[in-house]
């Protein structure tokens, strides 16, 4: 199944001009200015079919929030034809579902599932249908970090062997100085190293601490933006070593239950018991198959292991465009988000088309210019599945309509 999680924008952004970008890609191609989550060559299947959603809505007013519960009874023109062309979609890419969540004026305008969640059963996909989130997880970490930032706890800009102890590198200068912000913006000078967790369940992020002083860099420290999960592991080790409570409580009680995100879980037991979850698809030897949905590594939860639902990322979506409230409380400070939403590291992507403009990495976040605007996104790719997230932070205001 593919679950696409559309933004909020403040301008023009055509639908149908990224998905026609990402019906072109032709296998093995890089992703060029729609920055995947790996941002690497990655095969053409399936999975990778509704990605990028974006719709064309009008300029944003964070001025207040209603109940995002529910989305709002009125819909906007601009998705007057939008069932009819989703379903066509999914026709022409041979995807049985897809669940979408549109935010705009501080409501949810339309939460809605397409398709099937389950191609066995025929079961309806939802707005409620749990996915594996994937690498989208990073910015709940980066999130994570910056409410102890906050709060006096962490500091982005402190080296992380003082909330680490025994943690090295083989660089020294990476050693001494590598901190939470070097780690949250791939710019370590190490390579993804993916070997060292991918199917070693018995691994722990604190046994992972000590192993990382024998994996070789390949650049430089700060030289070069080089996407690594490990890096985001041990952002979430100490994430949860300050905060006391371990990394998943920590999210659980400080992120997902005041956003009212019932349904998102670090639990992929949790999700899989849920009759609303998916069931993923792939395209093997030219002919469509099922697979199960993605069980993530236990170690690999800050980097990937979030389990959620369109409508749960939806509220996400309502924090980040409305200066770090929801619900009219403040619950990250409006400055701390735009340091998450800033550029940190450039990336060196490909520009392929000049409205789409690849800028670099923040906190957790891709960074990019659509038209003049500020965007920050993130993709995901699990076994089955994709997702697709972006907004435009651009002059939002919890006070005022820009």
Not at 68 to 85: E, I, R
Not at 97 to 114: E, M, N, S
Not at 308 to 327: C, E, R
Request: some cysteine; overall charge neutral.
């Amino acid at each position: 199944m593919i679950r696409a999680v559309v933004n909020e924008s403040r301008s023009p952004i055509s639908l149908r001009v990224i998905l026609s970008e990402l019906d072109n890609l032709q296998p093995n191609q890089k992703i060029g200015n729609v920055p995947f989550p790996f941002h690497a060559e990655i095969p053409m299947r399936i999975s990778l079919a509704a990605i990028a959603v974006c719709l064309t809505l009008a300029p944003v007013c964070a001025s207040g929030q209603v109940a995002p519960a529910a989305a709002s009874q009125k819909t906007p023109a601009a998705l007057a034809d939008f069932d009819g062309f989703i379903a066509e979609t999914l026709g022409q890419w041979n995807v049985p579902g897809v669940a979408i969540a549109v935010v705009k004026d501080g409501q949810v305008v339309l939460a809605k599932g397409y398709g099937s969640r389950d191609p066995d059963t025929g079961k309806p996909m939802t707005k409620d249908t749990i996915f594996p989130i994937a690498s989208m997880s990073k910015a709940f970490t980066s999130f994570g970090a910056a409410l102890l930032v906050d709060e006096g706890k962490m500091s982005f800009d402190a080296p992380v062997i003082g909330y680490l102890p025994g943690f090295a590198l083989k660089d020294p200068a990476a050693s001494s100085g590598l901190t939470l912000r070097d780690m949250l913006s791939h710019r370590s000078g190490m390579p993804r190293h993916d070997a060292l967790w991918y199917h070693n369940g018995p691994l722990t992020p604190d046994q992972l601490v000590g192993r990382m002083v024998h994996l070789e860099p390949s650049a430089p420290f700060r030289s070069k933006w080089q996407y690594n999960n490990n890096m985001f592991v041990l952002s979430g080790l100490a994430v949860g070593k300050i905060s006391g409570q371990g990394f998943e409580r920590f999210l659980e009680e400080r992120i997902f239950r005041p956003l009212d995100m019932d349904r998102t879980t670090f639990s992929p037991e949790r999700a899989r018991a849920d009759d609303n979850h998916m069931g993923g698809v792939e395209i093997l030897n030219g002919k469509r198959i099922n697979v199960p949905m993605f069980k993530n590594t236990a170690i690999l939860n800050a980097a990937g292991g979030v389990y959620s639902t369109a409508d749960d990322l939806a509220n996400w979506m309502l924090v980040h465009l409305s200066g770090g409230k929801f619900m009219n409380k403040q619950v990250v400070l409006p400055t701390t988000l735009t340091d998450m939403h800033s550029t940190h590291m450039v990336t060196g992507a490909t520009v392929r088309d000049a409205e789409m403009v690849p800028i670099g990495y923040g906190l957790g976040w891709f960074t990019n210019m659509y038209r003049g605007q500020r965007m920050v996104s993130h993709g995901a790719i699990s076994t089955g599945s994709a997702l697709w997230w972006r907004c435009s932070p651009n002059n939002v205001s919890a006070s005022r309509c820009s």
